[in-house]
């Protein structure tokens, strides 16, 4: 790595991204922040488990929070040394009850199409995540991750 | 973007309805895969769904979605639900969700449409 982005790795960086609430900007978020961290010299592994992460916290907000209609989605993620810190967050319908809707299998949405779990999968491969939502104001996702620790098996 | 539906593809064999899944399975492209099959069911019928991982690179909470929604269909007559050619990755995500206790993996097509 040359000398400029090793000092940029250790000041950090910070980025910010506005996409309107569809669900082909699932894909591209999550890529987005994959080249993102890229400068973090993640594992593949790592790539995925933030990947698989930002998808479902985007989709979140796609499904839930604008419940398919309109809306923007605002994803923030910042390095700082070997942590990568995110946030999703949506101007929605918020969550009424954010522990039962982080409880595996929960789901708001019938039709036995969604597997509720999202909110599991982001927890199992991040380091740690924040919920904060309020009914009718919306929803953000807090998300963290360091980078060269042993994967979660 | 968007390459991702050309890569979805199906194969109606007897009763068997094999499933070729895109390269990212999220709830984008689980859309078209619900409306798809759906179709299929009510045209033919199923009593397996074979699905074929091979090319999916990337899957989230909605391809585990997905499956379980075809898996709510097909148990109404007694099918049952293989997939093959899953990665390393997918087979983490399948484990974590607890999908081995409802579908079965299979090392090919050939063993899958056999079983």
Excluded: C, W
Aim: charged content about 25%; overall charge negative; hydrophobic content about 35%.
């Amino acid at each position: 790595m040359d000398k400029n982005l090793e000092q940029l790795k250790i000041a950090g960086e910070h980025m910010k991204l506005e996409i309107e609430s569809r669900s082909h900007n699932e894909e591209f978020a999550r890529v987005v922040i994959a080249v993102f961290m890229a400068r973090l010299d993640p594992t593949i592994e790592e790539i995925e488990d933030v990947k698989t992460a930002v998808s479902e916290a985007v989709t979140n907000a796609v499904i839930h929070g604008y419940g398919g209609g309109e809306g923007t989605i605002y994803i923030e993620a910042r390095t700082f040394q070997q942590e990568l810190t995110l946030s999703v967050r949506d101007k929605g319908i918020g969550i009424e009850d954010v522990e039962k809707a982080m409880e595996p299998l929960y789901t708001s949405v019938p039709g036995g199409e969604r597997s509720g779990m999202g909110f599991s999968f982001m927890e199992a491969f991040m380091d740690s995540i924040e919920v904060i939502s309020k009914p009718g104001e919306g929803t953000t996702i807090h998300m963290k991750k360091t980078m060269g620790q042993p994967p979660f098996r | 973007m968007g390459m991702q539906f050309e890569e979805l593809g199906y194969e109606v064999v007897g009763h068997t309805l094999v499933v070729y899944l895109p390269r990212e399975l999220d709830h984008h492209s689980s859309l078209s895969l619900k409306q798809d099959t759906e179709q299929i069911m009510d045209e033919t019928y199923i009593n397996k769904i074979i699905f074929d991982f091979t090319n999916t690179s990337f899957m989230d909470s909605s391809g585990i979605g997905a499956v379980l929604g075809r898996y709510k269909r097909i148990s109404t007559v007694g099918g049952r639900i293989g997939v093959y050619g899953v990665s390393p990755r997918v087979d983490r995500l399948l484990r974590l969700a607890g999908m081995y206790k409802i579908i079965t993996m299979y090392e090919t097509k050939e063993q899958a449409l056999k079983a």
